[in-house]
């Protein structure tokens, strides 16, 4: 078996986006799926410090320090883009003006709880930015992460033990051995690469899993 | 006559103690007002009670009120970053406070302060670490959390353009805080790349209409080696 990469999750995340789609990719992991959003459909980005129709990295020439994403790296602007202050940008995101939002995970549980944010309760500089505003607005969140940790250590879990980002948000889970359907508090597993069998699958996560009728075959779209 | 024009900017910190809170605009290097930020520093006001999104990074704009212990307290969504390790000692050591929040919430605190808003309820971290201790109530079957609004002494904002009236408008992302911190802060100080001519920014393109502003400043680059002069002074 060979679990997908940073990108090949990336890929196949971006085929659940539907055209007409507002989008919010969370700073780290999720900032890949725009390089593979599928052709033919009109998404729109957001980025949070203001802004809907975010285009990629310029060029070095024509770098703008206005013109930045959250993660404060270099942006351009699709035609038809808008800006906005971060009240307004705030309230497209709380007022659920936004289809989906991509996030990284430290820990999801069936319930659609996500961690995200701190792996201790009483860290000395707590780091929340944008998460808890897109976790609890977006009207749906789809998280993207390894499935276990650099250690083999559980990362689809029974319970969330680090603090929470939002409770009950998690739609979708993409990770490099499977995608997961979170809804009624399980897990149900639609797409796995090929060569893992379910028990296998099943050791690698800490919640009992269901499986779909039909599970697909999770291929790696980034390498074509 | 309505003018807000202004060369001296001590003028426009003067009568401002020690402890006083002070907001500051900007995300990332966006819409971040240096050039008042070095004057704040200049003017020896300590104790600040900081507003600000992020905390900076090196050693020149906010970074320099850290290094030189001006800030009592630090209220942001997001700490980490190059000045992380700064950030680090000062809040173990037990030189500053800082409180974390969501950034929309900020950012509606704020704006809620410039409204007349005194509290509003938010779906924003309810059942998480931050909601803790904190009032919350249902609407529509989901829980919300209540914040409160924030007002500050100050609020140093950066724009693109301004004219005399203290009409604004900044350019792509820059506009970020900065018409919120605007209108939050009970004496308003912008910096501004260029000052027009009244009329100048057509009415439908101001970002920040005037009467929020109290003290208007053109622009002036900031050398690297000036915000060590606090270092020679301290």
């Known amino acids: 078996m060979t679990p997908l990469t940073r990108d090949g999750i990336a890929a196949r995340l971006a085929q659940d986006i539907e055209d007409g789609w507002h989008v919010n990719l969370g700073i780290g992991m999720p900032e890949l799926v725009a390089n593979y959003l599928p052709e033919g459909r009109e998404i729109l980005l957001h980025s949070e410090n203001g802004i809907l129709g975010m285009g990629p990295y310029p060029e070095e020439k024509d770098i703008d320090w206005t013109l930045i994403n959250a993660g404060k790296k270099p942006i351009t602007t699709v035609r038809g883009a808008s800006f906005f202050d971060h009240a307004w940008s705030f309230g497209i995101v709380r007022g659920g003006h936004l289809e989906l939002c991509v996030l990284g995970g430290y820990q999801v549980a069936p319930n659609g709880d996500l961690a995200n944010w701190a792996r201790r309760a009483d860290d000395p500089l707590p780091s929340i930015g944008g998460a808890m505003d897109l976790a609890a607005g977006a009207q749906r969140i789809y998280v993207m992460m390894t499935h276990t940790d650099k250690n083999g250590g559980l990362k689809v879990v029974d319970k969330c033990s680090y603090p929470l980002t939002g409770a009950g948000v998690v739609r979708r889970l993409f990770t490099d051995l499977c995608v997961i359907d979170v809804a009624d508090g399980q897990f149900t597993v639609t797409d796995m690469i090929a060569g893992l069998s379910r028990d296998e699958l099943q050791a690698r996560t800490g919640a009992p899993l269901r499986f779909a009728d039909k599970v697909a075959t999770l291929g790696n779209l980034a390498a074509a | ?234």
């Open chain 2, 1 to 234: 006559m309505l003018d807000r024009r202004c060369n001296d900017l001590a003028e426009a910190f003067a009568g401002i103690g020690d402890g006083a809170r002070v907001m500051v605009a900007g995300f990332g290097e966006a819409g971040r007002p240096n050039m008042l930020i070095k004057a704040l520093l200049d003017s020896g006001i300590k104790d600040l009670d900081l507003i600000s999104n992020n905390a900076g990074d090196g050693e020149t704009g906010l970074a320099a009120l850290f290094r030189a212990g001006r800030v009592r307290k630090l209220t942001c969504s997001f700490p980490r970053g190059a000045m992380q390790d700064v950030m680090l000692d000062l809040v173990t050591r037990g030189e500053m406070e800082l409180e974390v929040m969501p950034q929309g919430t900020l950012a509606e605190r704020i704006r809620a302060g410039g409204c007349g808003i005194p509290a509003f309820y938010t779906p924003t971290s309810f059942g998480t670490l931050v909601a803790e201790g904190k009032e919350t109530r249902e609407f529509d079957g989901r829980g919300h959390v209540l914040e409160t609004a924030l007002k500050a002494e100050i609020g140093l904002v950066k724009a693109h353009k301004a004219d005399r009236f203290g009409n604004l408008t900044f350019e792509n992302l820059a506009r970020n805080f900065n018409p919120l911190i605007a209108a939050a802060a009970t004496r308003t100080i912008v910096e501004a790349d260029e000052i027009v001519e009244l009329g100048d920014i057509d009415p439908h393109n101001v970002h920040s209409p005037g009467v929020f502003t109290n003290y208007v400043f053109t622009t002036q680059p900031v050398s690297e080696e000036s915000w060590q002069d606090w270092r020679k002074s301290a």
